[in-house]
């Protein structure tokens, strides 16, 4: 019996994308203002998950649970629903894409998210870098990662 599986996204869910993006933005990312939630919010409801190539993990009921976006060897984005925290998913997307890319991945991580950031480190990403400001220019410092090829 199938539990669950990672497959290429389709179109059709990328509203279930933005739910989840959504729902674990709300649950991990406490540290972001209202206005800047909002306008992140709008850019990924606008369609900015779509630059990345995209996986889905799907559960047996094939709902989606999870996403994950890659740009090259570099994980751009990875959310996995709330209600399937600490089941694996995480763990499950970075095992792919280091069968897809290798084991020189990279990630970067908004450092106030702790979770997260031990999330990558356990998973044996070491940190490789520092930046005041996340992608979009705001005041959100990202740890930037990669993972160390003894480990991974």
Known sequence: MILAYITAFEEKDYDKLVRIWYEAVRRTHYFLKEEDFEFFHQFVKGGALRTSELWVEMNAGDEVIGFMG????????????PDHFGKGVGRRFIRHAEILKGSHLQVDVNEQNE??????????????????????????PLVHLEMNPSCG
């Open 115 to 140: 979770g997260a950031l031990q999330f990558y480190l356990r998973c044996g990403f070491v940190p490789i870098g520092r930046s005041e400001r996340d992608d979009s220019g705001k005041l959100y």
């Open 70 to 81: 890659l740009e090259g060897s570099k994980i751009a984005t990875l959310f996995v629903d």
